[in-house]
């Protein structure tokens, strides 16, 4: 099961602090669901093992793949809002004040 790539971070917010406290969110929530992935892989590895032993039939095997690839699209799309959830609350960075000589239209 491939990890699933993040965006590209978003800029710092030109506060320290709250960009540290987002980095280590980020940081928990990767660390968090690459463990779910490996737990996941594990578990189907072993329903793989299982399967071999029991010489299940093409139809028994087919519908395991199944569940297993409905299970690993779920996990990927819980992972993907979590992400967006998290990306939704980064810091934004702090506008910056006209140049002189620039309009404030």
């Not at 406290?21 to 329903?47: A, S, W």
């Not at 199944?66 to 993907?80: D, N, V």
């Amino acid at each position: 099961m491939p990890k699933v790539n993040r965006s590209d971070q978003p800029p710092g917010s030109g506060n320290a602090k709250a960009d540290q406290k987002y980095q280590q969110q980020v940081d928990k929530m990767d660390q968090k669901q690459e463990q779910e992935r490996q737990k996941l892989q594990q578990k189907q590895d072993q329903e793989h093992a299982k399967a071999a032993q029991k010489q299940e039939t093409a139809a028994q095997k087919q519908q395991m793949e199944q569940r297993h690839q409905q299970q690993t699209q779920q996990m990927e799309q819980r992972h993907t809002q979590e992400q967006q959830k998290t990306d939704r609350q980064a810091p934004q960075p702090k506008a910056q004040p006209p140049q002189e000589g620039e309009s404030r239209h």
